[in-house]
């Protein structure tokens, strides 16, 4: 038996086994453990003998070293190495577990080494669950961190714009599901990525916001792609509205629709171009009228021009941007482009002829 005693806060440490029947987890641990990660860390200890000892207090309460003890039970064994640590006040317990989960956090992988001793691992002989943290994918290079809000800064050759309207709903959106898209930022903490988020974050007061860092200059070619594709790449996307019109309106049964980046005079705009004319009748019938107050369409105001010779006519087509042939008796203005109804399917029906 080891018995250490810490002179500075006078804390004994006491090196043992006990039965890991003795041991008890600590209720709030908020470390959570994978099975995946459980099953890794079993095989490890049969791999390489149980070389970390579980921490606990004078009541045998585990202060860390949960993941240890879930493979310890998983393995079978009957007893585990332990140090006991005693004469913590409940407040340094709660402290020391809450740090000595987050300590493993700080650190970061040495690329370079980190390469070379894998290499060395290629022929190790290992179980799959073992073998599966060797594999170099499996290693986050671009780690995430909080940091101060105050220490990023905008990109100087950031061209959004975020209106008020756009931040009322990013504000919405944290205090409902909190900051669930990190910020991407440079070397020296520039925004590449996130302008939006950061903004709203700031209006809402809080004080630090989850980043990636990347190892790359503000302004080095792939840091300007990043923040011009973090823009424009969304665009590339394809919507089906009459789903997310649907989608829409159990939202607005169940809640509002402050956060998702819509509101009423929105989902009537989006039912005009998902929906037939036939169907927009129909709604004031349906549910949707009893939450929107929703109005029937108005007929389309009608205009008819009359030319006095056809170079008039030709001219006032070009105006317009209409091309317009001796069959054209009339047309739709302003133009609804036609890959605005991508998502909607016709079916010609079958001839009997």
């Not at 007061?205 to 080095?220: A, E, Q």
């Amino acid at each position: 038996m080891l018995v250490v005693l810490h002179l500075d806060s006078m804390v004994a440490i006491e090196s043992t086994e006990l039965p890991i029947s003795e041991l008890t987890q600590y209720e709030k641990n908020s470390r959570t453990h994978s099975d995946d990660q459980i099953k890794a860390l079993a095989e490890a200890i049969k791999r390489f003998g149980f070389t970390q000892p579980i921490i606990c207090d004078e009541s045998k309460v585990i202060l860390a070293g949960h993941g240890r003890y879930l493979a310890a039970r998983q393995l079978g064994l009957k007893v585990v190495p332990c140090r006991v640590v005693t004469s913590l006040t409940d407040q340094e317990k709660k402290a020391y577990i809450i740090a000595d989960n987050k300590i493993a956090e700080i650190s970061e992988w040495n690329e370079e080494h980190l390469l070379a001793e894998l290499n060395e691992l290629q022929d190790f002989d290992a179980d799959d669950n073992l073998a599966a943290l060797f594999d170099l994918n499996t290693f986050v290079k671009t780690k995430a961190q909080q940091i101060s809000i105050d220490k990023i800064k905008p990109h100087p050759r950031n061209y959004k714009v975020h209106p008020p309207e756009q931040l009322e709903h990013l504000q919405q959106s944290i205090k409902e599901n909190g900051i669930y898209r990190n910020i991407l930022v440079a070397n020296d903490f520039t925004i590449l990525a996130g302008h939006g988020i950061v903004e709203a974050a700031k209006l809402l007061g809080l004080t630090s916001v989850p980043i990636l860092r990347l190892d790359l200059p503000p302004n080095s070619t792939k840091s300007i792609k990043i923040l011009t594709a973090d823009n424009e790449v969304t665009h590339l996307a394809e919507t089906n509205m009459r789903e997310m019109s649907e989608l829409l309106k159990e939202l607005l049964v169940e809640d509002d629709l402050l956060g998702t980046g819509y509101d009423k005079d929105k989902i009537e705009n989006l039912l005009m171009v998902s929906r037939s004319k036939d169907e927009v009748k129909k709604l004031d019938d349906e549910d949707w009228g009893n939450y929107m107050d929703f109005q029937a369409v108005k007929p389309n105001p009608k205009l008819i021009i009359n030319f006095e010779n056809e170079k008039d006519r030709e001219d006032f087509g070009k105006f317009i941007g209409a091309e317009l042939t001796d069959k054209t008796k009339y047309i739709w203005w302003p133009f609804k482009e036609k890959n605005k109804f991508a998502h909607l399917n016709y079916v010609a029906e079958e001839s009997n002829e």
